[in-house]
């Protein structure tokens, strides 16, 4: 395949000249994940500078590592992009606050990059897929990849800060490792929420009363905190952020709920303790490490319950969505089914050949309208009609020559009669009869004269009609006028007067053939 650049430098015009100059995609996806590092480098920056700085005294419950939050997030979602993240913001973090020398700084950043290069590896591992919300096993595969990336960047780390190799109570080894967890805890529920899926329904939760409500009770609850009004709110964090969390977790999707629980640790966490209070454990002062890791636990808790009802939730949706989905199939099935039904009772009521009634479905009429116009006392007009000689007809033209005949015949007759209430059907053979409703006999022998009119006028060859050169028609013409009752007639007497009908009407037609043919008989 030829060069682009070069085909456009043969080529020499403008839109070429451009087409050169545009980056392919790949170049394009280079250049977006650099600004997407440049970008995340400078908020680990923010948020190691807030997480150094933000507390307001030093007596502060519990020390939380927000830009680890940031990192581990972003190795879920974009992988080993994310692992130059941790060294750049540490190296400007530290650029504005001198807390490490350049030595101590790049070892530090290394130690968090290593860490989020464990995350990149081990969560998509430990994880169905990068969702964090979509079962408990996710979320334990994140968090356990969590804890090893705030091992590791620990250990890395203690190569350059002394403090760091004391795992004791005494040490800063274990609170930093917590530290570090808990910012993973606190920070990457949110981000992941809003980064993926799950914050489809974040605009219409935040405009619910009860989500503003839960906002307002997070900010009583820091305040109560940190005036000391109720001293086991003071003592213990974790008091305060489980009831408020577990609310948020049972009422809202992550990207609602997540956000809330996560500024309620950072304000819990960070907000001073007036009284220097510490709860007594083997009569010594309860190390800040513990107080980290229960409000780990406690945010643990809650995620944990988020998860569950945001799995509640979306098992709920599809299985709604799959009801409607099984309703609308059983009523397009059940549409089907009724057109199908439908055009099987047309089949099964219609001439194959012809295309109008047969001969069951006109018995069918016919009872039918004898009953109706019983009960109303109106009267019932039948004809009898008969190609003359179709025999000689087929053995002259032959047969699909006759096929055809009968189809432009009856064609003609059911132009000629009321749409609803008349009907015409193919009585057998080349026989075919008609039924009038409301006629007397000598309005329907007018009608059958005009039957053998609109035969006559298809002018269709016939040699071997004597009657004449073109196909004609025989007519018996039968008329009943019947009386008005209250009650239906008995079913005997119905078929023994639709018989006698029938019969005047067959018998007219062989008085019609007898006479000459071409003709209508009524009488």
């Given at each position: ?11 020499g ?47 502060a ?24 993240v ?12 001198q ?10 950043g ?41 091992l ?37 529920p ?14 219409r ?45 049972f ?12 500024g ?23 190390a ?70 047969n ?39 032959g ?22 209430s008349?009907?015409v ?5 080349e ?21 053998l ?20 028609l ?6 009943r ?11 005997e007497e ?6 006698a ?19 209508v008989?009524?009488?």
């Amino acid at each position: 395949m030829p060069n682009r650049r070069s085909a456009g430098s043969t080529v020499g015009g403008p839109a070429d000249a451009k087409a050169c100059n545009r980056p392919d995609g790949q170049e394009q996806r280079l250049g977006s994940r650099a600004r997407l590092v440049l970008s995340c480098s400078c908020a680990y920056m923010i948020l190691a500078i807030v997480s150094s700085h933000g507390w307001p005294d030093e007596h502060a419950m519990a020390d939380i590592w927000l830009p680890s939050g940031l990192s581990d997030a972003l190795a879920l979602r974009v992988g080993y992009w994310a692992v130059p993240v941790p060294l750049l913001g540490t190296l400007l973090s530290n650029l504005g606050r001198q807390s490490y020398d350049l030595q101590q700084a790049v070892v530090v950043g290394l130690g968090h990059s290593c860490g989020t290069a464990l995350v990149a590896v081990l969560a998509p591992r430990w994880m169905r897929g990068r969702d964090l919300f979509a079962s408990i096993g996710n979320l334990f595969g994140f968090l356990a990849a969590a804890t090893v990336c705030a091992l590791a960047s620990t250990l890395i780390a203690s190569l350059v800060l002394s403090e760091l190799r004391n795992w004791t109570q005494d040490g800063q080894a274990l609170s930093w490792w917590a530290g570090n967890l808990a910012g993973t805890v606190v920070m990457a529920p949110p981000l992941l929420s809003w980064m993926g899926r799950n914050c489809g329904t974040r605009l219409r939760e935040l405009r619910r009363l009860e989500f503003w409500l839960l906002l307002l009770a997070s900010v009583a609850m820091g305040v109560i905190v940190h005036l000391g009004m109720v001293e086991v709110f003071s003592l213990r964090p974790a008091t305060g952020i489980l009831p408020l969390s577990l609310w948020a977790g049972f009422r809202f999707s992550p990207a609602a709920a997540t956000p809330i629980t996560a500024g309620l640790a950072i304000w819990m966490a960070g907000l001073g303790n007036p009284s220097d209070q510490r709860l007594q454990v083997d009569n010594s002062v309860q190390a800040l490490e513990l107080l980290e890791i229960t409000v780990i636990i406690t945010l643990i808790t809650s995620l944990m319950v988020l998860v569950v009802n945001a799995n509640r939730t979306r098992t709920n949706r599809q299985l709604q969505q799959l009801a409607g989905s099984l309703e609308r199939t059983v009523v397009e099935r059940t549409e089907q089914l009724e057109a199908a039904n439908a055009q099987l009772q047309r089949l099964s009521d219609t001439d194959g050949l012809t295309g109008i009634t047969n001969r069951r479905r006109f018995d069918v009429l016919l009872r039918e309208r004898w009953r109706t116009a019983t009960r109303a006392g109106s009267s019932l007009a039948v004809a009898m009609l008969d190609i003359d000689h179709f025999k000689a007809y087929n053995d002259h033209y032959g047969h699909q020559a006759g096929d055809r005949c009968l189809q432009q015949v009856a064609a003609a007759l059911a132009a000629e009669i009321r749409q609803g209430s008349d009907c015409v059907a193919r009585y057998g053979g080349e026989e075919f009869v008609v039924l009038w409703c409301g006629l007397t006999l000598d309005q329907a022998s007018a009608m059958a004269e005009r039957l053998l009119q609109r035969v006559t006028a298809l002018a269709l060859p016939h040699a071997s009609n004597p009657s004449g050169p073109i196909v004609s028609l025989s007519i018996g013409v039968a008329a009943r006028q019947l009386q008005g009752q209250a009650t239906a007639p008995l079913i005997e007497e119905v078929e023994s007067e639709i018989a006698a009908l029938l019969q005047q009407a067959d018998a007219r037609l062989y008085a019609a053939k007898t006479a000459g043919r071409n003709r209508v008989v009524s009488g």
